[in-house]
Each structure stands twice: as C-alpha cells, then as structure tokens.
C-alpha cells in the first residue's frame, strides 16, 4: 500500500475497513507479537520501516485479542535502522485514531535504548497527544511496563 492510497482512502478506515485491506498486503515483517493477559508486546528487528508498522498495526488489529487489550508495548531496542519519515509518521498517527474510534482508551508505548529512533516516536507521540489512544515514549522496557499496567 502506498502513502497516497492511504491518504486517499483514509476516511473509510474503521477496524472492518483495515481487516480488509490488510488481507491485501502479504510479507514478512522484521517483528514478532507476543500476546499478553491484557495487551501485546511486540519487538522489532532490524530495519524498520513505516509500511511494516502500519502493516503490523493492521495484522494486529485482526486478532480478537485487540478488541480487549489495553495496550501496546513497541519495543524498537533491536532495530538497527529506523526508516520512518515524518510523513509516515502522521499515516500512522491518522490510522490509530481512526482506530480508536471503535476501540476507545488504549495504551501505546515506544521503547528504544537508540536516541536515532527518538524523531519517529516524538513526532507520532506529538500527533497523538489529547487523544483516545495515550502514547508514551521509554528508554527502559520495565518503565513501559509499569505504565501500561
């Protein structure tokens, strides 16, 4: 899927409309989810770009566990390059408040140990603030984790 795609259909998206188009987009993603009692870790590897989270995003949203969850825990501490323009950024920021539209209050929290990771998760942290879904950004994974919880 393309930035301009997701521009140009952005007003459809609701959890339904992102089922839908996810099932449109295959491959592997540099991650793996780990389902918890009330949330998803999910750890990222390598270079990371924005389609792979906005991928990831949609792949998570399917799981019947998301509806009640209360969190997310990104943990970015293995990647070794960070690919997400500005641009992507607000792309994802736009698809989860859409998102939350139907989901209501939900935790999102950005982990790196790496300061390169730091523009991506301010900017989308910027673009969520007074938002349905809260977004926080963390250096250490037991601090996530007391936040989530």
Known sequence: MSLEIVKSTHVVFDLYAVNIISENMGGEMPHLC???EN???RKFFGVVDGEEILQSNF???ENPEFRTNTYVINDFSDVSQFEVSDSYSKVLALTDNITSRSKGKFKIALYSSNEEHSSY???YCSLMANKLFECEIFTSLSEARKWVE
């Open 121 to 123: 998760a301010e900017t």
């Open 59 to 61: 792949k998570s949203h």
């Open 39 to 41: 949330g998803l870790y």
């Open 34 to 36: 780990t389902w918890e």
